[in-house]
């Protein structure tokens, strides 16, 4: 499976942005589609994640309440919806594919190549 990584850009604070990761190839009920990014001069920070084969989530804190992860099986594609961004959420972001549904990255196994988003104020 690989992980491709889109929908970055600028956008001024206050207003919103979708990710997108797109799959290629397949992946396994079992896996957990999560989100990191990592700004300039910091480490990377996990921000959300979901498992593939059911709705469940979980959310660092500084996305609960702003940021949205979701999914469709169909497409083999999750999303990361950003609300109500800050430029504190300038980074790259990546997704990445784990068996556990976890927020330790090292956890995950597959990598996606990064967005970037980059929030004017």
């Known amino acids: 499976v690989q992980l491709q990584a889109s929908g970055g850009g600028l956008v001024q604070a206050g207003g919103s942005l979708r990710l997108s990761c797109a799959a290629s190839?397949?992946?396994?009920?079992?896996?957990?589609m999560g989100w990191f990014r990592q700004a300039p001069g910091k480490e990377r920070e996990f921000v959300a994640a979901m498992r593939w084969s059911r709705n469940s989530t979980k959310y660092a804190d500084s996305a609960n309440g702003r940021f949205i992860i979701s999914k469709n099986n169909a497409k083999n594609t999750a999303y990361l919806q950003l609300n109500s961004v800050k430029p504190e959420d300038t980074a790259v972001y990546f997704c990445a594919a784990s068996t556990q549904f976890t927020a330790q990255s090292s956890e995950y196994f597959i990598w996606g190549q990064g967005t970037l988003v980059t929030v004017s104020s």
């Open positions: 190839g397949r992946i396994y009920s079992s896996y957990v």
